[in-house]
T-cell receptor, first 113, second 115 residues
């Protein structure tokens, strides 16, 4: 079974803090993705990566950065957390070729106070 | 630009009734289409996918979806709803990005199943 794990299920941070969300997959997938999920808006892509040290902006990259130093690990960084970044964050992975389904982690519910 | 529209943010059915969740897509090329389900406080799980083989696709938990090119639709159905089907459902289309693909999701439909 493909396994995508996320470092925390629930996280509470203060405004201005630097926040790291970690994602690890065990299926040797080339692609990894970070989404945020908000009610009524579905899933919106923040960043994705198709290889180590490679990254591409998604639809809403502002306020976020990412890091992929190893193939299995993809980190999302909030440089200075703000209350409008309170959301559910979902990580996913899949093989490189188009048409494959993405496999999702359980999500991290982040609250910024 | 490719997009996905799910008609109805909330759908309510009685247990045992037909489930119909609607999804329309726009795509300039033959699409790859997916339905995912999300149970409370969990990640997304693949229900089924269309990748240009049979137009009627069967998935897990008794769900199926029919690809209709003329209507640009990929509606999800289940003949008889169970209480455990209560969840949020997402339709998605795969779009090309460089030499790979990424998913565009609809807004989601919350399915409520009444006893």
């Amino acid at each position: 079974d493909v396994k995508v794990t996320q470092s925390s299920r629930y996280l509470v941070k203060r405004t201005g803090e630097k926040v790291f969300l970690e994602c690890v997959q065990d299926m040797d997938h080339e692609n990894m993705f970070w989404y945020r999920q908000d009610p009524g808006l579905g899933l919106r892509l923040i960043y994705f990566s198709y290889d180590v040290k490679m990254k591409e902006k998604g639809d809403i990259p502002e306020g976020y950065s990412v890091s992929r130093e190893k193939k299995e690990r993809f980190s999302l960084i909030l440089e200075s957390a703000s209350t409008n970044q309170t959301s559910m964050y979902l990580c996913a992975s899949c093989p490189l070729r188009q048409g494959y389904e993405q496999y999702f982690g359980p999500g991290t519910r982040l609250t910024v106070t | 630009a490719q997009s996905v529209t799910q008609l109805g943010s909330h759908v309510s059915v009685s247990e045992g009734a037909l489930v119909l969740l609607r999804c329309n897509y726009s795509s300039s090329v033959p699409p790859y289409l997916f339905w995912y389900v999300q149970y409370p406080n969990q990640g997304l799980q693949l229900l089924l996918k269309y990748t240009s083989a049979a137009t009627l696709v069967k998935g897990i938990n008794g769900f199926e979806a029919e690809f209709k090119k003329s209507e640009t639709s990929f509606h999800l159905t289940k003949p008889s709803a169970h209480m455990r089907d209560a969840a949020e459902y997402f339709c998605a289309v795969s779009v090309r990005s460089g030499n790979t693909g990424k998913l565009i999701f609809g807004q989601g439909t919350t399915l409520q199943v009444k006893p």
